[in-house]
């Protein structure tokens, strides 16, 4: 049977190929842009690196997703939702291709953040208007919730993105996984979209993995974040991901970002300040290598997470108990690392 006459469920990997070589090519075209443009992230006392390094490169990564959505595949309809998920993208990675240049300040970025993700809740009421979002009779108190979820995704990403990989690797980590859990659930043209979304992340991959030869910067981890948190809503809104598997696929990220921002809240440090307080890159300060803290996290994902997305997918009654199980465990490996590690305060 050819690809181009395979049934959509069966014909997702000529997209994922697809996808993959225009990451790869439109990333390393953004590389050369950020280097002939001087666009470099420079090593500061804050950061993980120790040579310039070029940024932007989420640039390339969207471009990708953005073409293949174009281009004209005869068993890839695609989906309207992930159409107004892309369109909400673009904002998002053009404010963060000009802070990557010119480090906007904080309540700015933020502003644009709850406007694109109201826009994009707001766009989920429009189904007369022939969105077709699911749960499109959303009560304002979910809307908020909503909107606030997707806020905090984009934001937990970007916190996240300080070491080599780790973005990228939780993107095609969360992409993969939601394909697989739209395709069990029969949505192929949603599970596409997320075949696209880990196959440019795999891409982006190439560049990035340790030693990196370009960031993602916020021109990638803050759209990456809202791609990822939407076709998690879009997948509970649908019935197709229940709440707590959706709140298990991104596990490792939100315990690490989570805990740290409660704990310098709790503190009274500026948590909208740039720090070096997440465990992993406490782990790199302590003379771990990025590949070692990305295999590790990489490795949570596989052999913990994946585990209990499917033991609460496949039993809904107990799903909730899986979830504080996992979280359980988790805040108390990142508690005990942390305070092996010399506590939470930031050393010299």
Not at 8 to 13: R, V, Y
Not at 45 to 73: K, N, Q
Request: proline share 5%; with cysteine; charged share 10%.
């Amino acid at each position: 049977m050819s690809f181009l006459t395979a049934s959509p469920g069966l014909a997702w990997w000529p997209l994922a190929l697809t996808t993959l070589f225009l990451s790869l090519l439109l990333v390393g075209l953004v590389r050369r842009l950020a280097l002939r443009s001087n666009m470099l992230d420079r090593p500061g006392e804050r950061s993980s690196h120790t040579t310039d390094t070029p940024t932007g490169g989420g640039a390339g990564l969207y471009a990708a997703m953005l073409l293949v959505a174009l281009l004209p595949f005869p068993w890839w309809s695609v989906p309207a939702q992930w159409v107004v998920v892309l369109v909400c993208m673009l904002p998002l990675v053009v404010i963060g291709w000009v802070d990557d240049r010119h480090d906007l300040a904080w309540t700015w970025r933020l502003s644009v953040q709850f406007a694109v993700s109201l826009g994009l809740v707001l766009l989920a009421q429009a189904s007369q208007a022939g969105i077709g979002w699911p749960g499109a009779t959303l009560t304002v108190s979910l809307m908020a919730v909503a909107t606030f979820y997707l806020v905090w995704m984009m934001n937990m990403f970007n916190f996240m993105d300080g070491s080599d990989g780790m973005a990228g690797g939780q993107g095609m980590f969360c992409g993969g996984v939601i394909a697989v859990l739209f395709l069990v659930a029969g949505d192929t043209g949603l599970m596409q979209a997320a075949v696209a979304l880990a196959a440019a992340c795999l891409g982006f991959l190439a560049w990035n993995h340790p030693p990196a030869r370009i960031f993602l910067g916020d021109t990638g981890s803050i759209p990456l974040g809202l791609a990822i948190g939407a076709l998690l809503l879009l997948g509970v809104a649908s019935g197709d991901i229940s709440p707590p598997v959706a709140l298990l696929v991104p596990a490792t990220f939100m315990v690490d970002a989570g805990m740290t921002l409660l704990w310098r809240v709790a503190r009274g440090e500026r948590w909208y300040t740039a720090h070096r307080n997440h465990l992993y890159q406490r782990l790199i300060r302590h003379g771990w290598s990025h590949g070692r803290v990305l295999w590790v996290y990489q490795g949570a994902n596989v052999f913990f997470v994946v585990p209990m997305i499917v033991l609460a997918d496949k039993n809904p009654g107990t799903a909730w108990l899986t979830v504080g199980i996992c979280v359980t465990l988790m805040v108390a490996v990142w508690t005990v690392s942390t305070a092996h590690l010399g506590g939470v305060r930031e050393q010299a």
